[in-house]
């Protein structure tokens, strides 16, 4: 039995079909029935027709193999192995496998909700919004909340999410109203979450509710009004209607004491109030410090504090003037680097500064938060070794971050950003992907340096 495919290999986009030609040949001396079946991961969307090849010694069958996988995230993006099992009726031991691949084209497709619609709450409360990746191939999305005013603070948890195909991803979003309502029944504020999916220039809108009921309801307040009624009524009742009160003390009648009537002792006036002296300090010298660090003596000239290490900004170009930080100033392994507009103005201190240290041995840079000594920027890796495109900071041995002995995900290197005189591309030894500004409140992911906007790609480092 001889078999063969033609082609071997092919392609397919989800909801549409494609096919191939397999050839059996009977090289044996008798008549034979082969039966034809699909098996690997495209046998649940292919078929083969006719499925049975009767040939007599020498003579050669055709039958078509056809592919159609659907547009769902069952047939995930990428090539899929299949093979044709040809079996023999009469010599089944000579069974024969024909093998071949069929490439599955990708399609991305995202359902977002939030849940529930509408949250309750005096002070805070909590929904949680739900991305669906219905499409074959893995996604990243995105949240922001920049256009619900002072009088509301809706922050997702974690900022950004990647989600396999077929499966959801879950961010818990915390809802906090800016003041309390003492008085005044319920407040409605409505609010928006948008939605980014990564290569999407339109953001996805979820719209939401917070129902904010007062502290002091108003049946209370009615009743507390109608106390502090009464209250002035029987004031008022009471003064118009003192009630007299008689005793049957009497003075006891005698002669009056005369007082003396000598001048009264004056109370000893107090000291005047004196100005607090002040003792000029004398000049400080470089040798008085030298004298005090060594006890005492002359000569030696003054010890010159070492300086730290030098620090650095590094701003994005994309017109929102946000600078590349460690989130809410946190120093834990896993804090997300974003640019979130609410920590810019560097509430929190250093973590808008970045250390720059540089092998000259490959030319690779590691950037370390100011703010948290020793943590370095990271792409995040998933446990079961996924290499994500999500930003954090992890913390690195002392001895690897001086030698540069570190993973590739941590290292990256600094190149000239095509037309931007003076700006940057960060870029990961990882797998050659640039920092990329999401142009929302939080997420900074790495993007392909040539699949998007490259204003979003350029950063300004500047010493400080």
């Given at each position: 039995?001889?078999?063969?495919?033609?082609?071997?290999?092919?392609?397919?986009?989800?909801?549409?079909?494609?096919?191939?030609?397999?050839?059996?040949?009977?090289?044996?001396?008798?008549?034979?029935?082969?039966?034809?079946?699909?098996?690997?991961?495209?046998?649940?969307?292919?078929?083969?027709?006719p499925?049975?090849?009767?040939?007599?010694?020498?003579?050669?069958?055709?039958?078509?193999?056809?592919?159609?996988?659907?547009?769902t995230?069952?047939?995930?993006?990428?090539?899929?192995?299949f093979?044709?099992?040809?079996?023999?009726?009469?010599?089944?031991?000579?069974?024969d496998?024909?093998?071949?691949?069929?490439?599955?084209?990708?399609?991305?497709?995202?359902?977002?909700?939030?849940?529930?619609?509408?949250?309750?709450?005096?002070?805070?409360?909590?929904?949680?919004?739900?991305?669906?990746?219905?499409?074959?191939?893995?996604?990243?999305?995105?949240?922001?909340?920049?256009?619900?005013?002072?009088?509301?603070?809706?922050?997702?948890?974690?900022?950004?999410?990647?989600?396999?195909?077929?499966?959801a991803?879950?961010?818990?979003?915390?809802?906090?109203?800016g003041?309390?309502?003492?008085?005044?029944?319920?407040?409605?504020?409505?609010?928006?979450?948008?939605?980014?999916?990564?290569?999407?220039?339109?953001?996805?809108?979820?719209?939401?509710?917070?129902?904010q009921?007062s502290?002091?309801?108003?049946?209370?307040?009615?009743?507390?009004?109608?106390?502090?009624?009464?209250?002035?009524?029987?004031?008022?009742?009471?003064?118009?209607?003192?009630?007299?009160?008689?005793?049957?003390?009497?003075?006891?009648?005698?002669?009056?004491?005369?007082l003396?009537?000598?001048?009264?002792?004056?109370?000893?006036?107090?000291?005047?109030?004196?100005?607090?002296?002040?003792?000029?300090?004398?000049?400080?010298?470089?040798?008085?410090?030298?004298?005090?660090?060594?006890?005492?003596?002359?000569?030696?000239?003054?010890?010159?504090?070492?300086a730290?290490?030098?620090?650095?900004?590094?701003?994005?170009?994309?017109?929102?003037?946000?600078?590349?930080?460690?989130?809410?100033?946190?120093?834990?392994?896993?804090?997300?680097?974003?640019?979130?507009?609410?920590?810019?103005?560097?509430?929190?201190?250093?973590?808008?500064?970045?250390i720059?240290?540089?092998?000259?041995?490959?030319?690779?840079?590691?950037?370390?938060?100011?703010?948290?000594?020793?943590?370095?920027?990271?792409?995040?890796?998933?446990?079961?070794?996924?290499?994500?495109?999500?930003?954090?900071i992890?913390?690195?041995?002392?001895?690897?971050?001086?030698?540069?002995?570190?993973?590739?995900?941590?290292?990256?290197?600094?190149?000239?950003?095509?037309?931007?005189?003076?700006?940057?591309?960060?870029?990961?030894?990882?797998?050659?992907?640039?920092?990329?500004?999401?142009?929302?409140?939080?997420?900074?992911?790495?993007?392909?340096?040539?699949?998007?906007?490259?204003?979003?790609?350029?950063?300004?480092?500047?010493?400080?």
């Amino acid at each position: 039995m001889w078999t063969s495919l033609e082609p071997a290999a092919t392609s397919v986009d989800p909801g549409s079909s494609a096919g191939v030609r397999l050839r059996v040949r009977n090289t044996g001396d008798t008549v034979e029935e082969y039966r034809l079946s699909l098996v690997g991961d495209a046998a649940g969307w292919g078929r083969v027709e006719p499925d049975v090849l009767r040939l007599y010694p020498g003579a050669e069958g055709t039958a078509q193999v056809d592919f159609a996988p659907p547009r769902t995230s069952d047939a995930k993006a990428g090539p899929v192995p299949f093979g044709v099992r040809v079996l023999p009726r009469e010599q089944p031991q000579a069974a024969d496998v024909a093998e071949g691949q069929i490439t599955v084209g990708a399609f991305a497709e995202m359902n977002t909700d939030l849940v529930p619609l509408i949250v309750r709450g005096r002070w805070r409360a909590t929904a949680q919004v739900a991305v669906d990746n219905l499409g074959n191939q893995p996604l990243t999305a995105s949240f922001s909340t920049r256009d619900n005013g002072d009088s509301l603070s809706v922050d997702p948890d974690p900022g950004s999410v990647q989600v396999a195909p077929g499966r959801a991803g879950f961010a818990l979003l915390r809802v906090k109203a800016g003041s309390i309502s003492w008085v005044g029944g319920t407040r409605k504020h409505p609010f928006t979450l948008s939605v980014l999916r990564a290569g999407v220039a339109q953001p996805t809108e979820l719209r939401g509710t917070y129902v904010q009921p007062s502290i002091l309801p108003r049946w209370l307040m009615a009743i507390l009004g109608l106390l502090l009624a009464l209250l002035m009524i029987f004031l008022v009742l009471w003064f118009q209607h003192k009630p007299g009160v008689s005793t049957q003390a009497r003075e006891k009648q005698g002669e009056m004491t005369k007082l003396p009537q000598g001048e009264m002792s004056k109370a000893p006036s107090p000291p005047p109030s004196q100005e607090p002296t002040t003792t000029p300090t004398p000049d400080k010298h470089d040798d008085d410090d030298g004298d005090k660090k060594k006890g005492g003596g002359g000569g030696g000239g003054g010890h010159k504090k070492p300086a730290g290490p030098k620090l650095y900004t590094i701003k994005d170009k994309s017109g929102t003037g946000w600078y590349l930080q460690a989130n809410e100033g946190k120093q834990q392994n896993g804090t997300q680097v974003g640019q979130d507009p609410k920590w810019t103005g560097d509430k929190y201190g250093k973590n808008q500064m970045w250390i720059l240290h540089h092998y000259k041995d490959d030319n690779t840079y590691a950037l370390e938060s100011a703010s948290a000594p020793g943590a370095i920027l990271d792409k995040l890796v998933n446990p079961d070794g996924f290499h994500t495109n999500l930003l954090q900071i992890m913390h690195a041995e002392p001895k690897d971050l001086k030698t540069g002995n570190l993973r590739v995900n941590q290292k990256w290197r600094l190149v000239d950003a095509p037309g931007d005189e003076g700006r940057k591309r960060i870029v990961s030894v990882d797998d050659g992907s640039c920092v990329f500004n999401m142009a929302n409140d939080k997420g900074a992911t790495t993007q392909g340096c040539d699949n998007h906007a490259p204003g979003n790609m350029a950063w300004m480092i500047v010493a400080k």
